[in-house]
Every structure is written in structure tokens, then in C-alpha cells.
């Protein structure tokens, strides 16, 4: 990451060792990213560290914003790699360790239980030059076992709250991140430049960015995201099982069965790791939720109407939050 540190230009938003100057309040990019870029000042080398949707998309963003001149890969498969290059996500494929001592900036994403071991090599491999930011849907398990490391503060903890049932380098698309949030953690164990230039990616995505602790954010995470997955995937299975004839359930299914089980779609590689690292607040909201199922299955055991219609109205008041 050899960046020209006799350069008086003020504006660039990424500045290795030195002053990050950005623009909060516009969405234009005001110059290229010429501070971690090498010599040449033609943008920066980027590791992708998985190259699936959440990477894929991401080096997508990179590439069309003419902030990266070369992106590196890293897969367990031969079969990601080459279709990722395939797609013009990437532009080449390397092991973890030539990966990371050839770029600038590591973004990793990739299941959860993988992240941490992951994490620990790459941490072990940075210098003070280069940043490092996830985009697992767990935060504490990670940042917990970084918490000691020498170079945790080259480190910015995200989760980006955006994703599809869909996974591998052909799930990839452009504009993925716009409109959606963006959560960092522990921003304050990161250095304040890390931080910052981060924010301002994200920004530049089209991300809205909210800070949370690690664990608060597993928390939420828990009640915003996961129980929906679990429950995408019980009810995938309760029609499975009643439903024996496939064609009867493709013929009936309408658009609210659909929009109900498509998450059921998603990778179990990705989201058992998942649910297991974040047992404890998953296992707290699925019996919330199954307190739930039992107050409707009683209402309808009792033929109690008013109170089939008292469960519903409440759970209407969702309108508001969502309507914001």
C-alpha cells in the first residue's frame, strides 16, 4: 500500500498515516482514492475475501465508481474463482496470504463459523497501512476474539443489512447497497481514519450507517433478520411435509406464500453457522415466537374471535415502524 505521503492533495478521501478528508454531505465522489492507491495513483487494490453475493456485489460498486484498479479474489473453489473472474468481479485469484500482502484494503465476507480462524490470519498478516472490514451477520464472536490483537485497530467491524436468497459470484448485482444500513461496531477500538474512510465507502454506496455495540448488534440482529430466516425455513418445511405433491404446492402458491418462504432459499452454509454463533439470542426470540404461534393456535382451538382479531390488530402497529 505505497501511497505518495508527499502529497498536498487534501481532498482525497483515503490518506494511509495521515488526514482523511471527506465530504459528509455529498454523495459525489470528489476525488479518487489516491492515498492507499500505489504510486501511480490509480486507485487501490482490493482482496475480496469470499466471492459471493455480499463481496461480489461490493467489488462491483468498487470497480464501477473507478475506485479500485485491481481486485483480488479469494475462494475455496476453483469453480467461485473462475466464475468470478468470469464476471469481471474480480481480476484475479490468489491464495489468503498473497492476497492480503498484495492489497490495500481486505473485505471479508464469508460464513461466520470460517470468519474468526480467517480473521486471525489475516490480522496477522497487516501492516499499519492497511485496512480490514467484515460483513458477517454476527459481531460479538468476532470482536471478541480480536479484542486483543496488536493490530486491532486496523480493523472496522460492519454489517452491511442487505442480502438475497441467492449466494455465489453469480448472485452478485450492482447498486445492492442503496437505501439500505449499514451497522459498525466497536468503531472506537478502530483508528479514527480506518473509521472514517470506511464510513465514507459505505456512504458513497448509498448506505446509511448506525453504530452499535457488538453485542447489542447480535441482539437486534437476532430479532430483525434471523428469526425470519428460521422461520422462512420451518414454514418451507411444514408445507413440505403436508404438501407431498410439488406440483399442487406450485400451482397454489401466490404471491404472499412467496414473499414468506423465499428466504427458505437461502444457503444453509451460510445461515446454520449463523443461527449456532448467535444461538442465545436466536433461541430467546424463537421462544417469543412460538409464545406467539400458541396464542393464535388457541384462539382458534377456543373459536375465540375477538381475540384472533386482538392478535392481529397488534401486530398491524408493525405499519408504523415500518412506514417511518
Not at 444500513?181 to 454506496?205: F, G, H, N, W
Request: some cysteine; overall charge neutral; glycine content about 6%.
Amino acid at each position: 500500500m505505497a501511497g505518495d505521503t508527499n502529497s498536498t492533495d487534501n481532498q482525497a478521501p483515503f490518506r494511509a498515516g495521515g488526514k482523511v478528508v471527506v465530504d459528509r454531505g455529498s454523495t459525489a465522489l470528489q476525488a479518487p482514492f489516491k492515498g492507499l492507491g500505489g504510486v501511480d495513483h490509480h486507485g487501490i487494490t482490493l482482496a475480496i475475501i469470499g466471492v459471493g453475493l455480499i463481496s461480489g456485489s461490493f467489488a462491483l460498486a468498487w470497480k464501477e465508481k473507478g475506485w479500485a484498479k485491481h481486485v483480488i479474489g479469494v475462494s475455496r473453489t476453483e469453480a467461485s474463482q473462475k466464475k468470478a473472474i468470469e464476471l469481471g468481479l474480480i481480476d484475479e485469484a490468489l491464495p489468503l496470504e498473497e492476497a492480503v500482502k498484495k492489497s490495500d484494503f481486505i473485505y471479508v465476507a464469508i460464513p461466520v463459523d470460517a470468519t474468526i480462524p480467517t480473521m486471525v490470519k489475516i490480522m496477522d498478516l497487516v501492516t499499519e497501512k492497511q485496512i480490514v472490514a467484515d460483513a458477517g451477520s454476527t459481531k460479538f464472536a468476532l470482536c471478541d476474539a480480536l479484542k486483543n490483537h496488536p493490530m486491532r485497530k486496523r480493523f472496522v467491524a460492519t454489517h452491511p443489512m442487505w442480502g438475497t436468497e441467492y449466494s455465489g459470484p453469480e448472485a452478485a448485482v450492482k447498486n445492492a447497497f442503496v437505501g439500505r444500513a449499514c451497522v459498525i461496531c466497536e468503531a472506537e477500538k478502530s483508528d479514527p481514519a480506518a473509521v472514517t474512510l470506511v464510513e465514507y465507502i459505505y456512504r458513497q454506496l448509498g448506505m446509511n450507517i448506525i453504530y452499535m455495540e457488538a453485542l447489542a448488534h447480535d441482539v437486534h440482529a437476532a430479532y430483525i433478520s434471523h428469526i425470519s430466516h428460521i422461520t422462512s425455513f420451518a414454514l418451507a418445511n411444514t408445507v413440505l411435509e403436508k404438501e407431498k405433491e410439488e406440483n399442487t404446492i406450485f400451482d397454489l402458491a401466490g404471491g404472499g406464500f412467496e414473499s414468506t418462504v423465499r428466504l427458505a432459499k437461502s444457503s444453509p452454509a451460510m445461515w446454520a453457522p449463523i443461527f449456532m454463533q448467535n444461538r442465545e439470542n436466536v433461541l430467546e426470540v424463537l421462544n417469543e415466537h412460538i409464545s406467539q404461534l400458541r396464542k393464535f393456535k388457541a384462539s382458534l382451538e377456543k373459536e375465540n374471535m375477538d381475540y384472533l382479531y386482538e392478535l392481529m390488530n397488534n401486530a398491524n402497529k408493525i405499519r408504523k415502524v415500518l412506514d417511518k
